[in-house]
Nanobody
């Protein structure tokens, strides 16, 4: 059973940066996993942010974060990261780490494993 634990959320001013981390257990580089970040603001549906192939590093981004956010992973440490720069008020949400058996995609319902979430609040 894959387990995911996020950290690194907090309060930041608009234009600032944060780095989210996700500790991922039982993800083998010899298996085909897609891992990613989603976010959910109050009253809104969960939306895709970014995803990456656990073994090979191919990335996928939502248009709203391209050029500002960078997803990366360190398979030796079993860690997934999301570097968020030039944050905007509309980035405020709970951010979730997720994993699936298969290629990284942007559909939340296709992910099999989820973390508990970490809150990011951007003040304007």
């Amino acid at each position: 059973q894959v387990q995911l634990v996020e950290s690194g959320g907090g309060l930041v001013q608009a234009g600032g940066s944060l780095r989210l981390s996700c500790a991922a257990s039982r993800l083998s580089i010899f298996s085909w996993y897609g891992v990613g970040w989603f976010r959910q603001a109050p009253g809104k549906e969960r939306e895709f942010v970014a995803a990456i192939t656990w073994s090979g590093g191919s990335t996928l981004y939502a248009d709203s974060v391209k050029g500002r956010f960078t997803i990366s992973r360190d398979t030796a440490k079993n860690m997934l990261y999301l570097q968020m720069n030039n944050l905007k008020a509309e980035d405020t949400a709970a951010y979730y780490c997720a994993a699936r058996n298969g290629r990284p995609i942007g559909t939340a319902s296709e992910y099999d494993y989820w973390g508990q979430g970490t809150q990011v609040t951007v003040s304007s």
